[in-house]
């Protein structure tokens, strides 16, 4: 007998979620046909169709991840409503199985989706955004690999005790112009400054033309200078060392922030809002198992209007989520809080509010 409750209240949840999610996605992908008609519209090409349709499928991941806690949440508070509205869970309840029991089958849902999340986030949503944008570039005719290793020009790195000022980056080639160093000492006085006007990057082999090394003493009095018409120096940094991200974080998963992160911690550059996104990522899974909490605990009270006040709560806890979610980011992005806590700011507001509302429920 329990074991038909569990399959009978979680075959009635499936059945809306998958309805559900299919609806949201079909809309997802209008929107963002209409979002980029006139570029998909203007392909020339013969198979104008079929690589419409690749750039839609290659956004389907996203849209998957975007409205799955929407679907998710309608999912459940529509079902749990429907139970009460036909006396089904006050059956069951008097059977001797209690709400929180009930609920079971959905809740280890949410958990198992939680980690499913997690794997399908990082490797097919923000990799296949990452492609989506590549082929919308193919089709207007513009050089991807360009696009994505654009030259840097009249920049600053620090990387331990060197501090680089480059004139312009050419990733592709990696070759660097104008190039100014200033290298100091443990003691953080200066020893030298190197200049030339263009040097090929290589990790541990960088070669310099035209190179001009000033050297100094430990009190900042000049010592020599030397020129050289080529000279090789063994520098560890490479090219990566220098090339800015041309991903935004729609397009970066988790491996690509801490990638990131770590190259901007070696080269002192400004890494908080890496190391904020990062532990999003790490996070963001959790809220399917928050909004099931929420969606059963609303779900009691809908008698009426199931079906509208499911919607109506799936907005607006969506809406309040990104809001607390969002509000926590740009906290630790300017240092008001740790990155770890920033970036779980949504999942510890609502893991309170769910705890709360569970525990008032099951007085």
């Excluded at 990082?122 to 296949?128: C, D, K, S």
């Excluded at 709560?313 to 969506?318: D, P, T």
Aim: hydrophobic letters at 45%; proline letters at 3%; a positive charge.
């Amino acid at each position: 007998m329990p074991k038909i409750l569990d399959r009978y209240f979680f075959r009635e949840f499936i059945k809306v979620y998958l309805a559900t999610l299919s609806l949201l996605i079909g809309i997802s992908i209008i929107a963002k046909f209409m979002e980029r008609a006139r570029i998909l519209l203007a392909y020339e090409g013969e198979d104008s169709a079929y690589q419409i349709t690749v750039f839609l499928l290659l956004n389907v991941p996203n849209f998957i991840m975007i409205v799955s806690p929407s679907a998710l949440l309608i999912a459940v508070s529509f079902t749990v409503a429907n139970l009460t509205r036909y006396n089904e869970l006050t059956v069951i309840q008097s059977a001797g199985r209690s709400f929180k029991r009930t609920m079971l089958p959905v809740i280890i849902f949410s958990v198992l989706f939680s980690i499913f999340s997690l794997w399908f986030n990082e490797h097919m949503a923000f990799p296949g955004y990452y492609q989506s944008r590549n082929h919308l570039w193919k089709m207007e005719n513009i050089d991807v690999a360009g696009k994505r290793g654009r030259h840097r020009s009249n920049f600053n790195v620090k990387s331990g005790d060197r501090y680089f000022h480059m004139g312009a980056l050419d990733p592709r080639n990696k070759i660097g112009r104008m190039l100014h160093i200033l290298e100091l000492r443990k003691d953080k006085s200066v020893k030298r400054i190197l200049e030339s006007p263009e040097v090929s990057i290589k990790p541990n082999h960088w070669l310099f033309k035209k190179l001009i090394i000033t050297n100094f003493d430990r009190n900042g009095e000049f010592l020599s200078l030397k020129k050289y018409k080529t000279k090789e120096l063994n520098f560890f940094e490479g090219v990566q060392y220098f090339k800015r991200t041309d991903m935004n974080f729609e397009e970066m998963s988790v491996y690509d922030v801490h990638r990131e992160m770590k190259r901007k911690k070696k080269t002192g550059d400004a890494y908080r809002k890496f190391e904020v996104e990062y532990y999003w990522h790490l996070g963001y899974p959790l809220v399917s198992f928050f909004i099931v909490i929420l969606g059963s605990i609303f779900g009691v009270q809908l008698r009426k209007g199931a079906l509208a006040g499911s919607i109506a709560i799936s907005i607006c806890i969506s809406i309040l989520y990104y809001l607390i979610m969002y509000f926590g980011k740009s906290l630790g992005n300017v240092g008001s809080m740790h990155p770890l806590l920033a970036g779980n700011f949504a999942n510890i507001s609502f893991l309170l509010i769910c705890s709360y509302l569970w525990m008032r429920l099951n007085k």
